[in-house]
């Protein structure tokens, strides 16, 4: 279990009882440099550029997101039921935070009966 584990919990506790969307909560408890205005604006362009590339309005795309610095183990998880989404990152990288920032955008649209439909076709032959 990642040493931050406690402290995005509670953060996570925190947006289900006071939810805000299409923002990044950042949890840093080590205290690394990471431009916060530019970790919003990435957030922001990704969400734009999925709902014009896939046709969806920006409503579609929204989703809050957690971004954990100063973790080793290097992961976004994505609990879609609660529509919580968590981003680890030993440090603050540009690029890692766009790519899986995207990830989630794309896997937050598709929704829980197309999912299903997906698998189910993709299982069909078998």
């Given amino acids: 279990m990642p040493p931050s584990f406690g402290v995005a919990i ?3 506790l925190f947006l289900i009882c006071c939810p805000v969307l299409a923002q990044v909560t950042i949890i840093n408890p080590h205290q690394l440099e990471v431009p916060e205005q ?9 969400r734009e550029v999925v709902a014009r590339e896939f046709q969806k309005s920006e409503k ?3 989703f809050a997101l957690v971004l954990v610095l100063g973790d080793p183990y290097e992961q976004y998880t994505a609990d879609e039921k609660r529509h919580l989404y968590t981003l680890y990152l030993h440090r603050w ?5 766009a790519t899986s920032a995207l990830r989630l955008a794309i896997q937050h649209m598709v929704s ?4 299903d439909q997906l ?3 993709n299982l069909g032959p078998f």
Avoid: P, S, Y
Avoid at 93 to 97: L, P
């Fill in 93 to 97: 990288d540009e690029v890692k935070f």
């Fill in 119 to 121: 698998v189910r076709r």
């Fill in 60 to 62: 579609e795309i929204d």
């Fill in 38 to 46: 530019r970790v919003q604006a990435i957030f922001q362009a990704t």
């Fill in 10 to 12: 509670e953060c996570l």
């Fill in 112 to 115: 829980h009966r197309q999912r």
